[in-house]
């Protein structure tokens, strides 16, 4: 079962992680750069399940469940205030969320 | 450890904010007048847990398997946030009515987001530590939009929300790297052999992105992006509460992870980090603010100029500077809140006189406001005989004894600059003629909030000993 070695996970959840980054750098739309940042929880999520699997302990999958109930209340607030934003403005392009500068 | 039971006598502050939180929900439900009792309800909850964590400073236990300390630092941490929020609750009653914000869920949600800063400040585990640390943000996300009819609150929410979740995503992941190297979560095992782990590069690069989360959030340079816009865009209230409280929770874990790296290994790691951060900030908070003509906005700049100089303690890295940032937190919270209910008692609706033009000629419409936001003025700035003055000292003498002599100097040079922005307000309340003809409304929480507050400071910077010895005798 543990025939793909640790280090695959690994990078697959490092590219995942930089992805999510780049995502947040460079996407303009709010939702897209708000479903990046769920790409960077989704990641850590990964590593976590990988090195508990790995280091035989369960503390990792149990972290797992944390960071899970976490990002879905951080979900309902964050689509509440995206949707607060758009009844207001009818956009989430967020270079055009600049009323405050300097 | 003590007996079984006597855990849950300790535990008392945090089970008497989290019936608080459910008894609120419910005398909103089932009752008419929620909205006018739950200030009150509030501020009987905070006093009576901030009273009660000073009186259990000296039991100092880990507790639950060693995931908890209670008693000591975490109380000393616990009065702070309960005072602070006391402080916003009194603030906030004229004001929500206001800002067209005069619902049940802000008191609510100060509550809950109060218990998260006591959930943070009381960890032995990451676990521990980043459910309290997102029981806060989320709540700061919500407090700061809530009036969602109001676009410059949409914005600062979404802000807030976008840039506090990025870092969010950076704890987590550091947090799994650390897990994933050291096979434990809790503080004290990874800090043990902390020397031995250091050269492995995925620890070191985990420990990194947790520092980096941190960094964002108390507002350093270069992570301060969202700082003063998010300050500017939410309720005024509400950021009295997220620039004192909010910082000093993450302080709070800040010092425990650094603080058991004392313990346990070298104090000397993660120095340069720190050392940067604070030079930047200190630098670029004061100088940009110089340049700040709204007062919320200038104080938001100086809020990352203090996260500056106490992230100069963190650099030091001995117990006296951990000290001396636990006295300049405490200071802060008072004359920042302080200054931030000057700012919500004049502010017009629709967020008008915010501008320094407002408070040209001030001391001849109200005497006790001007005097007060002078005193608050001063202590931001710090001169003594004001409590932030001796908040500095502390943490500049750390650095010294450290070895960090060029940042305290750097330190200095920048609380110079401050003073020209400090001061500047000042000589509009006192020596311009008045622009602007308006009525300042009566707030009785208000002042009551202000003369609490400038007591404190005058408190505080006249007798520096009494706290700093019970910070120094429960710190570890």
Redesign the interface.
């Known amino acids: 079962m543990l025939s793909i070695p640790m280090e695959y996970y ?1 990078v697959l ?1 490092a590219l995942m ?1 930089t992805v ?2 780049a995502g ?1 750098l460079i996407r303009r739309n ?1 939702i897209v ?2 479903m990046s ?1 769920e790409l ?2 989704n ?3 990964l ?2 399940v ?2 508990s699997s790995y ?1 035989g ?1 369960s ?2 999958q ?2 797992v469940f ?2 899970m109930t ?1 990002a879905a ?2 979900a309902a ?2 689509l509440a ?2 949707i ?2 758009f ?3 009818l956009s989430v392009n ?1 270079d055009e ?1 600049n ?2 500068k ?1 | 450890m003590p007996a079984n039971n006597y855990e849950y006598f300790l535990l008392l502050p945090h089970i008497v904010l989290s019936v608080g939180i459910v008894l609120s929900i419910l005398i909103e439900i089932f009752t008419k007048k929620g909205k006018e009792i739950l200030p009150w309800v509030s501020s009987i909850i905070f006093l009576f847990v901030g009273v009660y964590s000073l009186l259990t400073l000296d039991k100092n236990f880990l507790i639950f398997g060693g995931t908890v300390e209670v008693g000591g630092k975490a109380a000393i941490f616990n009065f702070i946030f309960n005072i602070a929020a006391l402080l916003t609750v009194l603030t906030s009653i004229d004001y929500i009515k206001k800002y067209e914000i005069f619902y049940s869920e802000y008191y609510i949600l100060i509550q809950s987001s109060v218990l998260g800063m006591m959930v943070m400040s009381m960890a032995h585990d990451i ?1 521990v530590i ?2 309290g640390l ?1 029981l806060m943000s ?1 709540c700061f ?2 407090l700061a ?1 809530l009036n ?2 109001r ?2 609150n ?6 807030y ?2 840039l506090g ?2 870092a ?3 704890i ?2 550091g ?3 650390i ?2 190297i050291t ?3 809790s503080i004290q095992n990874i800090f043990e052999n902390f020397i031995q782990y250091s050269n492995n590069i995925l620890f070191i690069v985990g420990m990194l992105l947790l520092l980096i989360g941190f960094s964002f959030k108390i507002a350093a340079v270069p992570f301060h992006m969202w700082v ?2 998010v300050y ?2 939410a309720a005024t209230s509400v950021t009295g509460l997220m620039s004192t409280a909010g910082k000093a929770a993450a302080f709070s874990v800040l010092i425990i992870v650094l603080g058991s790296n004392l313990t346990y290994s070298s104090p000397i790691a993660f120095r340069n980090y720190f050392s940067i951060i604070a030079l930047l900030s200190t630098l670029i908070g004061s100088i ?1 603010a110089i ?2 003509n709204n007062l919320k906005r200038m104080l938001a700049y100086s809020s990352i100029a203090h996260a500056g100089y106490m992230a100069i303690g963190l650099a030091a890295g001995n117990k006296y500077s951990f000290a001396g940032i636990v006295f300049y937190l405490a200071a802060y919270v008072f004359m920042n809140i302080g200054a931030f209910t000057i700012i919500s008692i004049i502010e017009g609706k629709d967020e008008t006189r915010l501008t320094l033009d407002s408070y040209a000629g001030l001391y001849k419409k109200n005497p006790f406001l001007a005097a007060m936001m002078s005193l608050f003025m001063f202590a931001l700035a710090g001169i003594p005989p004001m409590a932030g003055f001796f908040g500095k000292y502390y943490v500049f003498f750390g650095a010294i004894q450290a070895d960090l002599t060029w940042l305290a100097i750097i330190g200095v040079l920048s609380s110079v600059i401050s003073v020209y922005f400090y001061l500047r307000v000042i000589v509009y309340i006192y020596f311009m003629n008045e622009t602007e003809k308006f009525d300042i409304e009566k707030s009785l929480g208000g002042n009551l909030a202000i003369s609490l507050t400038g007591l404190l400071v005058l408190f505080f910077g006249i007798f520096p000993d009494t706290f700093m010895n019970l910070i120094t005798n429960f710190i570890k």
Request: charge should be positive.
């Open positions: 690994l959840s992680f999510g980054v947040v709010a750069v708000f940042i960077m929880l990641s850590a999520n590593t976590f990988t090195f280091l302990n503390i990792g149990i972290f944390f960071v976490v209340a951080e607030v964050g205030i995206i607060a934003i009844r207001n403005k967020i969320i009323i405050f300097w | 676990i980043f459910m997102e989320i996300y919500v939009g969602r009819k676009l410059s949409n914005e600062a929410a979404l802000k929300f976008l979740s990025f969010t995503g950076f987590v992941y947090i799994a790297l897990y994933g096979g434990a979560t003063p816009d500017q865009g940009i340049s700040q």
